[in-house]
């Protein structure tokens, strides 16, 4: 696997409102936050560019809600925007894509030359997977850093409930097998960016 020199980390709504178990119910992957943070970390190590995400979302109950101490990025994220020597955005959306918040990631990724892109953070099934199915119809090369999102149970139609692992397989097996982008993990990543 090679990771161009300006390869794209789009980290997606890595926020606070996401802690509320109460309201999403059990989630997968614990490491996950440590592989967000590991990747961001090698992205501003190597002077790749980052991109930040918030979901800003307009139902008044969500835990993601502007205004609301939910809707922040988590404080390890936080903590690491504008830490980088390279180009840094910040996105914010009420959609589920990040193609389709503000400013327009698309303008800038196609401004800068950018055609790789790696996503990590949450949800895999919901926001990730919406951004890579996009990026992929969209002619980018688009890689999923798999054990770098977390998603939640979930219920779907006829009754039909899926654990969050069962629905993150399911997402990452609809990406990887439908050819919208490779799904890989965190360590694969950070070995192609030495």
């Not at 589920?96 to 892109?117: C, K, R, V």
Request: proline share 5%.
């Amino acid at each position: 696997m090679e990771i161009a020199e300006n390869a794209a980390l789009v980290v997606v709504d890595v926020q606070k409102g996401f802690d509320e178990a109460g309201f999403w119910g059990p989630r997968n992957n614990p490491g996950a936050d440590d592989n967000i943070a590991a990747l961001v970390d090698v992205w501003q190590a190597t002077g790749r560019p980052v991109v930040f995400v918030r979901h800003d979302s307009p139902k008044p109950q969500s835990p993601l809600r502007p205004e609301y101490e939910g809707n922040d990025l988590k404080e390890y994220v936080q903590e690491r925007r504008g830490k980088g020597t390279g180009l840094e955005l910040f996105v914010t959306k009420t959609v589920n894509s990040a193609f389709l918040g503000t400013p327009d990631l698309g303008a800038w990724l196609a401004e800068n030359g950018i055609s790789q892109f790696v996503l990590a953070g949450i949800q895999t099934n919901m926001c990730v997977e919406t951004t890579a199915r996009m990026g992929g119809n969209l002619g980018y090369d688009v890689l999923v850093a798999y054990d770098a999102t977390y998603t939640f149970d979930l219920e779907g139609p006829f009754g039909w409930r899926r654990s969050a692992d069962e629905v993150a397989q399911a997402s990452a097996v609809s990406l990887h097998g439908g050819g919208f982008a490779r799904v890989v993990t965190t360590k694969e990543i950070v070995d192609a960016t030495a």
